[in-house]
């Protein structure tokens, strides 16, 4: 089955800095990527994603690159702010017609130092 | 924005007991998910659901667990003998019809916290 590793498991960075979390998957079936920040005690909340026809998809101060041939993907936050302080989980998955079970990564604990 | 929405926040059970956790889902999805979160842990896919059958199921969804949509709007999950080991959040999610090109995005709930004394 799928595996995914994800890497660093904290972060620190100064405010306005960038930083970059990034995941490999093992299932080359896989074609969904999202990425989910999840603060203390709370529900885990979709920030972006990626499907495997697309290489990079940016939103704002977020962006996520996707190598498919190597099986990695990675988020970008640029201009880092104390609130993007979480932890943030890659996941991957295969779409089909029943549905689509998500994999995650282990998290990153992203600190941002203002 | 319509969210899920999941009862009871917490729940705290005797080893043994029955439990239901329920959810209900966004109105026009046709997917439903369930994830569990051991505290400090990553997400883990438990079963997904779709057309008033399982459609998939994790090494962790056994004969303990089982899921129903006893309604049109409710997404139940049932542990039947609660062991000391199911404690951990357990997340419900659900994803929007095919077709419409986000098939695949997953929202998630708040969250039930299960206690198992």
């Known amino acids: 089955g799928e595996n995914v590793e994800q890497h660093p498991s904290t972060l620190s960075v100064q405010e306005g800095d960038s930083a970059v979390i990034k995941c490999t998957y093992s299932d080359s079936a896989s074609n969904y990527f999202p990425w989910y920040k999840q603060e203390l005690g709370k529900r885990p909340q979709l920030i972006i994603d990626i499907r495997s026809n697309v290489g990079e998809k940016k939103d704002q101060r977020i962006a996520v690159t996707l190598n498919k041939t190597a099986k990695h993907f990675s988020l970008h936050i640029t201009e880092t702010q104390p609130e993007d302080s979480a932890v943030y989980f890659c996941?991957?998955?295969?779409?089909?017609?029943?549905?689509?079970?998500?994999?995650f990564g282990a998290g990153t604990i992203l600190r941002v130092k203002s | 924005e319509p969210e899920v929405t999941q009862t009871p926040s917490h729940q705290v059970t005797q080893m043994g007991q029955e439990v239901i956790l329920r959810c209900v889902p966004i109105?026009?999805?046709?997917?439903f998910y369930w994830y569990r979160q051991i505290l400090g842990q990553k997400v883990e896919f438990l079963v997904s659901f779709y057309n008033n059958e399982i459609s998939e199921k994790s090494e962790i969804f056994d004969d303990q667990f089982s899921v129903e949509r006893p309604d049109g709007s409710n997404f139940t999950l049932k542990i039947r003998s609660t062991k000391l080991e199911d404690s951990a959040m357990y997340f419900c999610a659900s994803s929007s019809p095919p077709g419409g090109g986000t098939q695949e995005t997953q929202y998630f709930g708040p969250g039930t916290r299960l206690l198992v004394l």
């Open positions: 996941a991957a998955g295969e779409s089909w017609e029943y549905g689509n079970k998500l994999v």
């Open positions: 109105s026009n999805h046709l997917y």
